[in-house]
């Protein structure tokens, strides 16, 4: 069964079947709550709406936990500034606790630290055969690529569907991830960035680890994102909230809300606490 409605209201019994009590919730950030790397602002201006939708959460107790392809060290200012005590860092392979008093790292294969990770996805040679796969259509997104201390980070216009099956096919121990839509740079008009990472890592295996840690169940979370990757939490959460409307949708807890204004992240919080999901503080 695939929900496909842009309507909150009609998919409100769904809601009520799926969730408790909100205690988490998992959110991508670029393209999320922020645009342009910006909180207050949104396609078309200057905005409050999605940092009134943060205060929101943060006075009911609700604790917002950033999921994104960011490190840790780039993450724990902004949860400071944010007032967010967890997060999840790095495509799921450091999930922070108090920012960064406790760190639990999932690799998703035995190795010492992150240098011996990166090194073995280096080794591998993933990256010069995928790059004789697409000929000049995907390399190392740098600066980032040389700072990113884990795994390998790329951008391309490359047929994302093939790359996972190839990649499945002749390296199967790992797998590449869309991590969305970049700015035009040099020969790529329409670029995205790719990450290439084991396959036991991402997004969802942190989540689940998360909720085993805090004892967390599903019916107490939701997740909001707009990737591939983000919409893997569905098989982690309540509800998943996907602000993207070309992904197709296989999980019947998803719920598609457009994002064009880049305020949907504060209209679902608004929709979840006004159906009471959400306590709402005391005035």
């Not at 780039?74 to 799921?92: D, H, M, P, S």
Request: charged content about 25%; glycine content about 6%.
């Amino acid at each position: 069964m695939k929900h496909q409605t842009n309507s909150l209201d009609i998919n409100l019994a769904l809601i009520r079947n799926h969730l408790e009590q909100i205690q988490v919730i998992y959110t991508d950030v670029d393209g999320t709550f922020v645009h342009a790397g910006c909180l207050f602002r949104n396609p078309f201006g200057y905005t409050l709406h999605n940092a009134e939708a943060i205060y929101h959460l943060l006075t009911a107790g609700v604790d917002v936990v950033m999921t994104s392809g960011r490190e840790k060290e780039k993450l724990k200012e902004t949860a400071r500034l944010l007032g967010f005590r967890n997060y999840i860092a790095n495509l799921g392979m450091e999930i922070v606790y108090n920012q960064g008093e406790r760190v639990i790292t999932h690799y998703g294969m035995e190795v010492a630290d992150a240098a011996e990770l990166k090194q073995r996805i280096r080794q591998s040679g993933v990256l010069e055969a995928l790059q004789q796969r697409f000929p000049e259509r995907i390399r190392p997104y740098e600066p980032w690529a040389s700072a990113l201390r884990t795994h390998l980070l790329l951008i391309g216009e490359i047929d994302y569907q093939e790359a996972v099956r190839w990649m499945a096919q002749h390296f199967p121990q790992f797998r590449i991830i869309d991590n969305g839509a970049v700015p035009a740079e040099g020969e790529f008009r329409h670029p995205h960035a790719f990450h290439i990472l084991p396959r036991n890592a991402g997004k969802r295996a942190a989540v689940a680890i998360d909720k085993r840690e805090r004892h967390l169940r599903r019916e107490q979370t939701i997740g909001i994102g707009d990737s591939l990757e983000d919409l893997s939490l569905a098989q982690e959460v309540g509800i998943f909230f996907l602000l993207e409307e070309q992904l197709p949708v296989e999980y019947p807890n998803v719920i598609r809300v457009p994002n064009r204004d880049g305020e949907a992240f504060s209209r679902i919080v608004h929709f979840l606490r006004e159906n009471g999901f959400i306590r709402k503080e005391e005035s």
